[in-house]
């Protein structure tokens, strides 16, 4: 695959989120770029992380789904 | 619970042969069947085919509670309270989506598709991270299935859903053996009616056989359809008390009189091979025919599901005098062609546009208005009192046109309201 640019895979939206989803192409290897469309927040992951979240256990991202662990965290 | 208006004289307004006009009008009365019917009983939410994938929600009702139907990553059908426990905002708003998680728009706390607590913005607010473990969202305790169907019980103890059903698991029985996979869909998506009339003006109409040839006259003439002289004083078609308030227009005798496979849709074999060249393979030519003869139930499942043959009407109070009618098409898996004429007539019967279903309204929104008046005061069930019977299985039946159905519904009701049995 060419290095550089990002290719298009598409917009994911439902009642409570709404994102881009993209091959990103600038770094050495691919990544998939995820922007948050209401807030323009930009997040990556590389193939290994995509490839641990294929065997991720029923609900192991819930805990990162807590509001307050990292997007409205509490100041104290 | 909310105490349920005791003085309320069950036996008084109801009685075998006719039933009093408040029992449509009283505010108090509504609250009590909320509480002892709605929020006890067994009723219909969705099915299974609606939340096909992990992760799969739908917005689905309890009388006037919000529900979501989720099915979770192992398969699991949930039946959550649509009400953030936070300050009761509306978690889900879209009428179906994919999701593991809710966020709810209000304050951002976020609940799994299973209704845990996930967490909440800035929980320093709360001290910390304890109130997750109590405030899950809330659920109907009890969730069972018959073939693929749905129900909802608010009651932590009672009947099971197959004795709720009791005998009327045959009209599910009946539905699927139509299907040549075993199964059907209800993927046609739902058109919702709301109308000014109380719940049971509909819940009565759905097996009465009395009504057909005047209501649905010109639906039947447009049509050139003989279902309306099924519904006449000469047919052989009966109508019967299942049981638990669960009522049925049975109208086999004359479908097999006729003996015409698909006869009861209006159409013939060659209109749709495919679909009897399945059921044959799954059935053998013999039983599929006999399959093709008799045709689809015509069952009301007190207190919700209305099976009419290839529709199904789910009803929904909203209040003492208002109800939403939410309808689709029964669809069977795998069957595209008799699927596609099933939605057809779907459409030209209860669409936007269809005539059975306005007609219906009307009659409903009128007898809402009608029963206002303070004289008379009762309603009469009488009609085949004289003539009622048991049939080979023990039921007591009627001819088509009597009112066997509705005094089966009203004795089942007064059960469940505490009068006498």
């Known amino acids: 695959m060419a290095r550089g640019g990002r290719s298009g895979v598409g917009e994911l939206s439902s009642e409570f989120a709404s994102v881009h989803v993209s091959i990103d192409l600038e770094g050495n290897g691919p990544r998939l770029r995820v922007e948050d469309l209401r807030t323009g927040q930009v997040g990556f992951l590389d193939p290994l992380e995509l490839e641990t979240l294929a065997w991720l256990p029923e609900g192991a991202l819930h805990r990162f789904l807590d509001p307050s662990l990292h997007r409205w965290r509490a100041e104290s | ?421």
């Open chain 2, 1 to 421: 619970m909310p105490s349920v208006a005791p003085h309320l004289p069950w036996d008084e307004l109801i009685e075998p042969g006719r039933v009093h006009g408040s029992l449509y009008t009283d505010p108090d009365i509504y609250a009590a069947e909320l509480e002892r019917i709605w929020y006890r009983t067994w009723v219909f939410v969705g099915h299974v085919s609606e939340v096909p994938e992990p992760n799969d929600y739908v917005l689905k009702s309890i009388g006037p509670q919000p529900v979501i139907m989720s099915r979770d990553r192992q398969g699991e059908i949930h039946l959550l309270l649509n009400r953030c426990t936070h300050r009761a905002n509306l978690v889900c708003d879209a009428p179906k989506g994919n999701s593991s998680a809710f966020r709810c728009p209000y304050h951002g706390w976020t609940f799994s598709n299973t209704g845990k607590l996930l967490g909440y913005p800035f929980n320093s607010g709360y001290d910390g991270t304890a109130l997750k473990a109590e405030l899950g969202l809330g659920r109907v305790p009890r969730v069972a299935q018959y073939q693929g169907f749905v129900f909802g019980s608010f009651a932590e103890e009672g009947p099971t859903l197959e004795e709720h059903l009791g005998a009327a698991t045959d009209a599910f029985d009946r539905l699927v053996r139509l299907s040549p996979t075993g199964e059907v869909e209800l993927t046609a998506g739902w058109l919702q009616h709301k109308c000014k009339a109380n719940w049971k003006m509909l819940l009565e109409n759905e097996t009465d056989g009395y009504h057909p040839q005047f209501v649905h006259s010109s639906i039947f003439s447009v049509a050139s359809s003989g279902i309306g002289d099924l519904y006449g004083d000469k047919s052989t078609a009966v109508c019967r008390d299942l049981g638990n308030g669960h009522t049925e227009n049975d109208l086999r005798p004359e479908f097999r009189r006729m003996d015409q496979p698909l006869g009861w849709f209006g159409t013939k074999p060659e209109k749709v091979p495919d679909y009897v060249a399945q059921l044959e393979a799954k059935l053998g030519a013999e039983t599929a025919r006999e399959v093709l003869v008799d045709g689809s139930p015509h069952v009301m499942v007190f207190p919700n599901l209305f099976i009419a043959e290839i529709q199904l009407f789910v009803i929904q109070p909203t209040a003492v005098d208002e109800t939403v009618q939410h309808v689709t098409a029964v669809q069977y898996k795998g069957a595209p062609d008799m699927n596609r004429r099933m939605l057809q007539q779907t459409i030209g019967s209860v669409g936007p546009a269809g005539f059975l279903l306005a007609d219906d309204s009307e009659m409903y929104e009128r007898n809402q208005r009608g029963v206002q008046a303070r004289s008379p005061e009762w309603l009469t069930i009488r009609r085949g009192m004289h003539r009622e019977r048991e049939d080979a299985d023990g039921f007591t039946v009627g001819d088509a046109t009597d009112e066997v159905p509705q005094r089966a519904i009203w004795k089942h009701y007064r059960s469940l309201m505490g009068g006498a049995a």
